[in-house]
């Protein structure tokens, strides 16, 4: 189970952190990260980490703005993102799954995470 947390409308140029709150996982080789989806758009990968080693992956569209880290001993994991843009704007889902043979090769593939959050708004505009 995923649940997201810190949402909210900010002005271009902020900062906003966004928590998930995870129940923990069932295996040692386990990616979680997060996806958006903006009004009529398709939803894409944002940021996505294995949780046994720094393997990652960073959106090139947040690269350099956004940090995702994890905190193993509160099952949470956190995205920050600095210098907020209005396309930034969008529905940001926490995202798990197993990391399976080839999984970084289509880590921007949804069929890939098992466990999805609600989802959470982030809005930004002047």
């Known amino acids: 189970q995923l649940m997201e947390s810190g949402g909210g409308s900010v002005q271009p140029g902020s900062s906003l952190t966004l928590s998930c709150l995870h129940s923990g996982f069932i295996a040692d080789n386990y990616a979680i990260g997060w996806f958006r989806q903006a009004a009529g758009k398709e939803r894409e990968a944002v940021s996505v980490i294995s949780n046994s080693d720094t393997t990652s992956y960073d959106a090139q569209s947040v690269r350099d703005r956004f940090t995702m880290s994890r905190d193993d001993a509160k099952n949470t994991v956190y995205l920050k993102m600095d210098n907020l843009k209005p396309e930034d704007t969008a529905v940001y889902y926490c995202?798990?799954?197993?990391?399976?043979?080839?999984?970084?090769?289509?880590?921007?593939?949804?069929?890939?995470?098992?466990?999805w959050g609600q989802g959470i708004q982030v809005t930004v505009s002047s």
């Open positions: 995202v798990a799954g197993p990391i399976r043979p080839g999984f970084w090769a289509r880590v921007r593939d949804e069929d890939q995470y098992e466990d």
